[in-house]
Protein backbone atom coordinates (compact mmCIF):
# COMPACT_ATOMS: atom_id res chain seq x y z
CA UNK A 1 0.00 0.00 0.00
CA UNK A 2 1.30 3.40 -0.52
CA UNK A 3 1.77 5.92 1.60
CA UNK A 4 0.93 9.28 2.35
CA UNK A 5 2.47 11.74 -0.72
CA UNK A 6 2.90 15.06 -0.64
CA UNK A 7 4.14 17.46 -3.19
CA UNK A 8 6.27 19.50 -3.74
CA UNK A 9 9.27 17.99 -1.23
CA UNK A 10 10.66 21.96 -1.22
CA UNK A 11 8.95 25.14 -2.35
CA UNK A 12 10.94 28.59 -1.77
CA UNK A 13 8.30 31.93 -1.77
CA UNK A 14 8.50 35.77 -1.19
CA UNK A 15 6.64 37.81 1.11
CA UNK A 16 3.15 38.42 -0.35
CA UNK A 17 2.79 35.20 -2.41
CA UNK A 18 0.70 32.72 -2.14
CA UNK A 19 1.25 29.09 -2.14
CA UNK A 20 -0.53 25.67 -2.60
CA UNK A 21 0.61 22.53 -1.02
CA UNK A 22 -0.70 18.60 -1.92
CA UNK A 23 -1.26 15.52 -0.16
CA UNK A 24 -2.70 12.13 -1.42
CA UNK A 25 -3.31 10.02 1.33
CA UNK A 26 -3.60 6.21 1.68
CA UNK A 27 -5.96 4.55 -0.55
CA UNK A 28 -8.82 4.08 1.75
CA UNK A 29 -8.11 6.62 4.10
CA UNK A 30 -11.29 9.81 4.16
CA UNK A 31 -9.85 11.91 6.71
CA UNK A 32 -6.71 14.35 6.07
CA UNK A 33 -4.82 16.00 8.47
CA UNK A 34 -2.60 19.09 7.87
CA UNK A 35 0.11 20.01 10.67
CA UNK A 36 2.86 23.04 10.62
CA UNK A 37 6.00 21.99 12.17
CA UNK A 38 8.29 24.74 13.84
CA UNK A 39 11.43 24.45 15.90
CA UNK A 40 9.68 27.18 17.94
CA UNK A 41 6.20 25.92 17.96
CA UNK A 42 6.61 22.23 17.52
CA UNK A 43 3.43 20.44 15.48
CA UNK A 44 0.47 22.83 15.46
CA UNK A 45 -2.74 21.34 14.21
CA UNK A 46 -4.25 23.67 11.18
CA UNK A 47 -7.87 21.10 10.09
CA UNK A 48 -8.66 18.40 9.05
CA UNK A 49 -10.59 17.54 6.42
CA UNK A 50 -13.31 14.77 5.82
CA UNK A 51 -15.08 13.61 2.65
CA UNK A 52 -14.91 16.87 1.55
CA UNK A 53 -15.87 18.73 4.71
CA UNK A 54 -13.81 20.36 7.02
CA UNK A 55 -14.05 19.02 10.37
CA UNK A 56 -12.13 20.36 12.67
CA UNK A 57 -9.74 23.63 12.42
CA UNK A 58 -6.91 24.64 14.63
CA UNK A 59 -5.97 28.25 15.32
CA UNK A 60 -4.75 29.64 12.16
CA UNK A 61 -5.27 32.95 10.54
CA UNK A 62 -7.79 32.78 7.50
CA UNK A 63 -4.93 32.92 5.40
CA UNK A 64 -4.59 29.09 5.67
CA UNK A 65 -7.26 27.09 3.99
CA UNK A 66 -7.76 24.43 2.53
CA UNK A 67 -10.17 21.43 0.79
CA UNK A 68 -10.62 18.25 0.28
CA UNK A 69 -11.68 16.38 -3.22
CA UNK A 70 -13.76 13.50 -3.77
CA UNK A 71 -10.62 10.99 -4.26
CA UNK A 72 -9.76 11.81 -1.04
CA UNK A 73 -6.53 14.08 -1.76
CA UNK A 74 -6.43 17.33 -0.19
CA UNK A 75 -5.06 20.65 -1.13
CA UNK A 76 -3.71 23.30 1.51
CA UNK A 77 -3.17 26.72 0.41
CA UNK A 78 -1.63 29.80 2.31
CA UNK A 79 -2.09 33.20 0.77
CA UNK A 80 -0.25 36.55 1.72
CA UNK A 81 2.65 34.60 2.89
CA UNK A 82 5.09 36.00 5.59
CA UNK A 83 8.34 35.04 6.93
CA UNK A 84 6.57 33.31 10.02
CA UNK A 85 5.20 30.71 8.02
CA UNK A 86 8.38 29.15 6.93
CA UNK A 87 8.02 25.42 8.13
CA UNK A 88 7.72 21.70 7.26
CA UNK A 89 3.94 20.95 6.61
CA UNK A 90 2.76 17.52 7.37
CA UNK A 91 0.24 15.93 6.03
CA UNK A 92 -1.11 12.89 7.63
CA UNK A 93 -4.44 10.89 6.94
CA UNK A 94 -5.82 8.00 8.89
CA UNK A 95 -9.30 5.84 8.39
CA UNK A 96 -12.59 6.89 9.78
CA UNK A 97 -12.38 6.33 13.35
CA UNK A 98 -12.00 8.73 16.20
CA UNK A 99 -9.18 6.44 17.46
CA UNK A 100 -7.06 5.95 14.37
CA UNK A 101 -3.55 6.87 14.29
CA UNK A 102 -2.10 9.61 11.95
CA UNK A 103 -0.12 7.90 8.77
CA UNK A 104 2.49 11.31 7.85
CA UNK A 105 4.05 11.94 4.73
CA UNK A 106 7.96 13.44 4.55
CA UNK A 107 6.15 17.18 4.54
CA UNK A 108 6.30 19.80 2.47
CA UNK A 109 9.59 22.61 3.82
CA UNK A 110 8.42 25.91 2.75
CA UNK A 111 11.15 28.75 2.94
CA UNK A 112 9.30 32.49 2.49
CA UNK A 113 12.46 34.92 1.89
CA UNK B 1 -8.50 22.37 26.60
CA UNK B 2 -5.99 19.21 26.11
CA UNK B 3 -2.27 19.62 26.88
CA UNK B 4 0.59 17.22 26.66
CA UNK B 5 3.90 17.68 27.90
CA UNK B 6 7.45 16.51 27.53
CA UNK B 7 9.17 17.73 29.89
CA UNK B 8 12.77 15.84 28.32
CA UNK B 9 13.84 18.30 25.22
CA UNK B 10 16.80 16.11 24.58
CA UNK B 11 18.02 12.80 25.71
CA UNK B 12 22.00 11.39 24.89
CA UNK B 13 22.70 7.78 25.93
CA UNK B 14 25.51 5.42 25.00
CA UNK B 15 24.35 2.35 23.03
CA UNK B 16 22.70 -0.49 24.76
CA UNK B 17 21.49 2.03 27.96
CA UNK B 18 17.77 1.66 28.43
CA UNK B 19 16.44 5.02 28.27
CA UNK B 20 12.54 6.38 29.15
CA UNK B 21 10.82 9.55 27.40
CA UNK B 22 8.07 10.78 29.79
CA UNK B 23 5.13 12.07 28.80
CA UNK B 24 2.23 13.68 30.86
CA UNK B 25 -1.20 15.01 29.43
CA UNK B 26 -4.24 16.83 30.35
CA UNK B 27 -7.50 16.20 29.44
CA UNK B 28 -11.36 16.78 30.65
CA UNK B 29 -12.18 13.90 28.47
CA UNK B 30 -12.93 10.76 29.91
CA UNK B 31 -12.97 9.27 26.87
CA UNK B 32 -9.23 9.69 25.18
CA UNK B 33 -6.29 8.55 23.14
CA UNK B 34 -3.01 8.72 23.10
CA UNK B 35 0.02 8.12 20.93
CA UNK B 36 3.57 7.95 20.41
CA UNK B 37 5.31 9.13 16.86
CA UNK B 38 8.81 8.94 15.88
CA UNK B 39 10.65 11.26 13.73
CA UNK B 40 13.81 10.14 12.29
CA UNK B 41 16.35 11.94 10.47
CA UNK B 42 14.47 11.67 7.29
CA UNK B 43 11.62 13.55 8.31
CA UNK B 44 8.77 11.12 8.15
CA UNK B 45 6.52 10.38 11.76
CA UNK B 46 6.05 6.63 12.26
CA UNK B 47 3.17 5.82 14.24
CA UNK B 48 4.24 3.71 17.11
CA UNK B 49 1.91 2.50 19.70
CA UNK B 50 -1.73 3.59 20.16
CA UNK B 51 -3.74 3.49 23.86
CA UNK B 52 -7.46 4.57 25.01
CA UNK B 53 -8.53 5.67 28.29
CA UNK B 54 -10.01 2.24 29.53
CA UNK B 55 -7.13 0.41 29.06
CA UNK B 56 -4.43 0.91 31.59
CA UNK B 57 -2.86 -2.29 30.79
CA UNK B 58 0.88 -2.25 29.66
CA UNK B 59 2.30 -3.17 26.14
CA UNK B 60 5.52 -4.53 25.55
CA UNK B 61 6.55 -4.97 21.70
CA UNK B 62 10.23 -5.98 21.23
CA UNK B 63 12.74 -3.55 23.17
CA UNK B 64 9.96 -0.96 23.37
CA UNK B 65 7.48 -0.64 26.27
CA UNK B 66 4.74 1.94 27.14
CA UNK B 67 3.61 2.55 30.90
CA UNK B 68 0.09 4.26 31.25
CA UNK B 69 -0.86 5.57 34.34
CA UNK B 70 -4.39 7.55 34.62
CA UNK B 71 -3.56 8.27 38.69
CA UNK B 72 -0.33 10.38 37.04
CA UNK B 73 -2.13 11.12 33.76
CA UNK B 74 1.14 9.70 32.55
CA UNK B 75 2.27 7.74 28.97
CA UNK B 76 5.93 6.60 29.13
CA UNK B 77 7.74 4.70 26.71
CA UNK B 78 11.07 2.79 27.56
CA UNK B 79 13.88 2.17 25.19
CA UNK B 80 15.63 -1.36 26.64
CA UNK B 81 18.96 -2.00 25.08
CA UNK B 82 19.06 1.09 23.02
CA UNK B 83 20.52 1.38 19.46
CA UNK B 84 21.87 3.70 17.21
CA UNK B 85 18.90 4.04 14.89
CA UNK B 86 16.44 4.91 17.77
CA UNK B 87 17.88 8.13 17.37
CA UNK B 88 14.94 10.52 16.52
CA UNK B 89 12.39 12.52 18.06
CA UNK B 90 9.56 11.25 19.56
CA UNK B 91 6.07 12.81 20.39
CA UNK B 92 3.42 12.17 22.21
CA UNK B 93 0.12 13.22 20.97
CA UNK B 94 -3.60 12.85 22.67
CA UNK B 95 -6.80 12.61 20.65
CA UNK B 96 -10.32 13.07 22.86
CA UNK B 97 -13.11 10.93 21.50
CA UNK B 98 -14.96 14.54 20.78
CA UNK B 99 -12.98 15.03 18.05
CA UNK B 100 -10.62 12.62 16.70
CA UNK B 101 -7.75 11.49 15.59
CA UNK B 102 -7.19 13.92 12.95
CA UNK B 103 -6.83 16.65 15.37
CA UNK B 104 -4.27 15.36 17.53
CA UNK B 105 -2.44 17.91 20.40
CA UNK B 106 1.12 16.48 20.19
CA UNK B 107 3.94 17.25 22.86
CA UNK B 108 7.05 19.43 21.64
CA UNK B 109 8.85 16.33 21.27
CA UNK B 110 12.32 14.70 23.16
CA UNK B 111 15.18 14.56 20.98
CA UNK B 112 16.79 11.26 21.58
CA UNK B 113 20.78 10.72 19.97
CA UNK B 114 22.17 7.25 20.89
CA UNK B 115 25.72 7.19 20.63
CA UNK B 116 28.08 3.85 19.65
Known amino acids: KAGVTQTPRYLIKTRGQQVTLSCSPISGHRSVSWYQQTPGQGLQFLFEYFSETQRNKGNFPGRFSGRQFSNSRSEMNVSTLELGDSALYLC????????????FGNGTRLTVT | AQKVTQAQTEISVVEKEDVTLDCVYETRDTTYYLFWYKQPPSGELVFLIR??????QNEISGRYSWNFQKSTSSFNFTITASQVVDSAVYFC?????????????FGDGTTLTVKP
Open chain 2, 51 to 56: RNSFDE
Open chain 2, 93 to 105: ALSEKGTNAGKST
Open chain 1, 92 to 103: ASSSTGHNSPLH
